[in-house]
């Protein structure tokens, strides 16, 4: 995943229902000498901290102040007591310049009825532009699709980004997506509110 020196990123951790009472950890390093740097049962503010969302099956985990020191393969992981703790790698890469695909946020909030837009910014990144939901499916420029709902992918070249607007947004549509481009991902969270009427 590239990100850029000094800014932030979150990534969603993903975990089976079976494990929701186990605790989970973000380590750094070798999978089999893999320290934990930060836990759920003990979640710290600074340079990276954690959130578990349970009802969703996920934690985040935000790293401030990125400098090239932060560069290496890290690991989401389960606890797993008298057995081999389970996870997915994620590769971070951090570079000076803009890295191969951004977004200007990785939340963004919409309400019910309306439509959100995310700018994923390519930069010289030529491969092909899609938008995913975490599993689920992915929409592409030419498909305009998710999950059987509309979708407009538009790409502005001079830019070098494309915007993805969502209309019509259902409490349903709340969840982690993501902007690809060339083989690279970056994590979107998208969360709707309920229509208030006064």
């Not at 982690?176 to 991902?185: E, P, S, T, V």
């Amino acid at each position: 995943m590239p990100v850029q020196r000094g800014g932030s990123v979150t990534i969603p951790c993903f975990y089976d229902d079976r494990y929701k009472t186990h605790e989970k950890y973000w380590c750094r390093g070798n999978k089999s000498s893999c320290t934990p740097i930060v836990l759920t049962d003990s979640p710290q503010e600074g340079k990276v901290s954690v959130r578990h969302y349970p009802d969703q099956r996920v934690v985040t985990v935000t790293i401030n102040n990125l400098t090239a020191g932060d560069s290496d393969k890290y690991w989401c992981r389960v606890k797993i007591s008298g057995g081999s703790d389970v996870g997915d790698r994620v590769n971070l890469s951090v570079t000076d310049g803009p890295p191969g695909l951004s977004v200007d946020n990785q939340e963004v909030t919409g309400v019910e009825g309306d439509s959100v837009s995310v700018q994923c910014r390519y930069g010289n990144n030529k491969g092909h532009r899609m938008w995913c939901k975490m599993g689920s499916s992915c929409a592409s420029e030419r498909s305009g699709s998710l999950d059987g709902r509309p979708v407009l992918i538009r790409n502005d070249t001079e830019k070098k980004t494309f915007i993805v607007t969502m209309r019509g947004l259902e409490r349903k549509d709340t969840g982690w997506y993501w902007c690809d481009a060339g083989n690279r991902q970056i994590p979107v969270h998208i969360i709707v509110k309920r229509k208030q009427f006064i």
